[in-house]
């Protein structure tokens, strides 16, 4: 079983920025690919992007592609969504997914992942 615990939501002003991590409780956090979702009220879960488990591929989403940057630090078993030019659009509950996987892939759809955390709120004021 894993568990998965995000942090770093908030609320902050169009144009700032926030980092959200996720940390997970896994023995082979290295045998899974990672992925941040999003959903605002109302709407689906949307993909926001994905890290393969070594972290050399990456895939963003159109709306958040040159804003927001996904990395992952192995040993200490974290997931890090950087987003920078945040816009009120960008408000909602942010997921990170976990995905044990062969290969070194960075699925984007939501049914590949088996594991979800709890969500982290982000708010952008205008």
């Known amino acids: 079983q894993v568990q998965l615990v995000e942090s770093g939501g908030g609320l902050v002003e169009a144009g700032g920025s926030l980092r959200l991590s996720c940390v997970a409780s896994?023995?082979?956090?290295?045998?899974?690919?990672m992925g941040w979702f999003r959903q605002a009220p109302g709407k689906e879960r949307e993909f926001v992007a994905a890290i393969s488990k070594s972290g050399g591929n990456t895939y963003y989403a159109d709306s958040v592609k040159g804003r927001f940057f996904i990395s992952r630090d192995n040993a200490k078993k974290l997931v890090y969504l950087q987003m920078n030019s945040l816009k009120p659009e960008d408000t909602a509950v942010y997921y990170c997914?976990?995905?044990?996987?062969?290969?070194?892939?960075?699925?984007?759809?939501?049914?590949?992942?088996?594991?979800w955390g709890q969500g982290t709120q982000v708010t952008v004021s205008s």
């Open positions: 997914a976990a995905d044990l996987i062969i290969g070194d892939l960075a699925p984007r759809s939501k049914r590949s992942y088996d594991y």
């Open positions: 896994v023995r082979t956090f290295s045998s899974y690919a």
